[in-house]
């Protein structure tokens, strides 16, 4: 054991609360989640930053001591990479994703040029037996993820944003729907089930007016998989339903990479209880085929059909009139056209309101009238709504200020 000074922290290690000044060990366990102390070996132009634990992004440079988590990644548009089956302190690792993800890269996008190396300096050691300097590898998560988790919405209609690929848009999409939705008057909570570890798409959604966000990192899980993506819909679901003293209105969902990607977004829609729990489900596409193919295999393979659809192939007039035409689904671009989308959204959980002319008041007031139907009928089944809890009206929140729970 030997102590090393830590240049900067990668936000997968968030739970582990880090300081500058850490302990390392030799013996070095090769499991995801397990947290390495490494030296970066290059500079880069491109995709040279990481993370941190507050949500800012810091340039990473030759010399850096960084601290990051093992783990795997198989990014369309980015580094492909696995989990090392051994390690030793002076051996090459790379950066996988601006996270903090370490392992052994496969594959690169030629985009992004070669990934950092990084050479091993050994395992961080928590304490958590208090008054003995007994280390054990510190790991990535709050809690440890319960596979056998039970899902309870406790009625709070969920909206799911599912994507062609990574880089659809799902993320503009999940932000514009929450900003319209707190427009509104409602409780909006985040979360991200899917994808490799990092905290910036769940941090717009509170930019955007999210009160509370959650990600799957919060439960050990670097990066999701079809075995543990269901069990994580559901406990970030269910917790953010639950919500201590009041519940949201509604929770939004952005189910990270593709509906063909390695990341469990298959597994997720497979799962019956988790298909009814989606009361609308929104896909964000490309380009027009890729939005024709999307639709296609969502009702083919889960009998689900979108309420909508945004992302890039919904930029101009060309792409959303021929997704309508050809698909029959509704098509509303997330950065020119929100409120369309959220209206296409809200019809779907079976709410119709009007934006107020004088906005919110510092008593937290709008103008607008919003009714919650007695019941809706979801993408996949029929669902009872009545979101936050027994309220047949929404009251709203005063402004839209980001939650505290990921800063």
């Not at 989990?83 to 994703?97: I, K």
């Not at 300096?121 to 510190?138: C, D, H, N, W």
């Not at 985040?190 to 959650?214: N, P, Y």
């Not at 059909?305 to 698909?327: C, F, H, K, W, Y």
Request: glycine share 12%; aromatic share 4%.
């Amino acid at each position: 054991m030997r102590p090393v000074f830590l240049d900067k922290i990668a936000s997968v290690t968030r739970a582990c609360g880090l300081k500058r000044e850490v302990r390392v060990a030799a013996e070095i366990p090769c499991q995801e989640g397990v947290v390495l102390a490494v030296r970066v070996l290059n500079d880069k132009s491109t995709y040279n930053q990481v993370e941190l634990p507050s949500g800012r992004m810091a340039q990473v440079k030759r010399g850096d001591v960084v601290a990051g988590a093992l783990g795997h990644r198989h990014a369309l548009f980015g580094y492909s990479g696995h989990l090392p089956e051994r390690l030793a302190p002076g051996d090459v690792v790379q950066v996988l994703n601006l996270g903090g993800v370490l392992g052994l890269c496969d594959s690169i996008n030629p985009n992004l040029g070669r990934p950092f190396d990084a050479e091993v300096l050994g395992t961080v050691l928590s304490f958590p037996y208090l008054g003995e300097r007994i280390g054990v590898p510190a790991r990535v998560g709050e809690e440890r993820l319960d596979l056998a988790a039970a899902l309870d919405t406790r009625s709070v209609p969920v909206i799911a944003l599912v994507g062609s690929c990574m880089n659809a848009g799902k993320t503009a999409a999940a932000c514009a729907l929450v900003q319209e939705l707190a427009h509104r008057g409602l409780t909006v909570d985040g979360l991200k089930a899917t994808g490799v570890s990092l905290r910036r798409d769940v941090l717009a959604m509170e930019d955007a007016g999210a009160r509370r966000s959650s990600i799957f990192t919060d439960y050990g899980v670097v990066t999701t998989t079809s075995a543990n993506a269901p069990a994580l819909a559901r406990t970030l679901i269910s917790r953010l339903a639950d919500g201590g003293v009041q519940p949201p209105d509604v929770i939004v969902a952005e189910l990270g990479d593709g509906l063909l990607g390695t990341y469990g977004v298959d597994a997720i829609l497979a799962a019956p209880d988790l298909r009814r729990a989606f009361t609308a489900v929104v896909l964000a596409a490309n380009d027009p085929v890729a939005a024709w193919g999307g639709i296609e295999l969502l009702q083919r393979d889960y009998g689900i059909r979108p309420v909508a659809v945004t992302g890039p192939a919904t930029d101009n007039a060309v792409g959303t009139s021929l997704i309508e035409a050809r698909t029959g689904i509704p098509a509303a671009n997330a950065r020119t056209d929100a409120p369309r989308l959220a209206e296409l959204v809200l019809a779907a959980l079976g709410l119709t309101g009007r934006r107020g002319s004088g906005g919110g008041g510092e008593d937290g007031a709008w103008d607008d009238d919003l009714n919650v139907e007695a019941s809706i009928e979801g993408p996949a089944a029929g669902a009872t709504v009545t979101p936050g809890g027994d309220a047949a009206t929404a009251t709203a929140r005063s402004g839209a200020g980001r939650g505290s729970s990921n800063r």
